[in-house]
């Protein structure tokens, strides 16, 4: 392989696709949960965009499984974006396994990429309204 075939990636955006047996039930949690709004849409699919980087709720006939972060944000203080959130109704995972344990919502992670210049991240976890599995981060500096 050519060092431009592995490198045709290297430079393209990243969009999440988050798949909704109900969009319209989606568009209503992400406005009155998160208070985001799509900037665009189409048949069967709203466009959101969050500081420069889309994401695109689609009908789906099938479902994701839940059980791994699909879409993260990452915000500068957690607490405050986890209380803002509860207010609105937004509902956090309490998470208790080895090594592995939240606390009002919130989980301490150890260690973090080298390249984020981080000791580690705070970390918080949340449905949709149709069983994505969303995350919520905060570098610890």
């Known amino acids: 392989m050519t060092s431009h075939a592995s490198d045709v990636l290297a430079g393209a955006r990243v969009a999440t696709r988050l798949p909704a047996r109900d969009l319209d039930r989606a568009r209503r949690f992400y406005a009155d949960m998160l208070g985001l709004r799509p900037v665009d ?14 994401f695109v709720v689609f009908r789906s006939t099938g479902a994701s499984p839940g059980t791994f972060t699909q879409m993260a944000f990452e915000v500068d203080d957690i607490e405050a974006a986890v209380t803002e959130l509860r207010r609105r109704g937004v ?14 919502g919130i989980a301490e992670i150890e260690g973090n990429y080298p390249s984020k210049n981080a000791r580690g991240e705070r970390g918080a976890w949340f449905r949709d309204s149709e069983g994505n599995l969303l995350g919520i981060g905060e570098l610890i500096l």
């Open 41 to 54: 849409e189409r048949p069967g699919g709203l466009l959101y965009r969050c500081s420069g980087v889309d």
């Open 91 to 104: 509902v956090f995972e309490e998470i208790d396994v080895p090594g592995f344990r939240t606390r009002d």
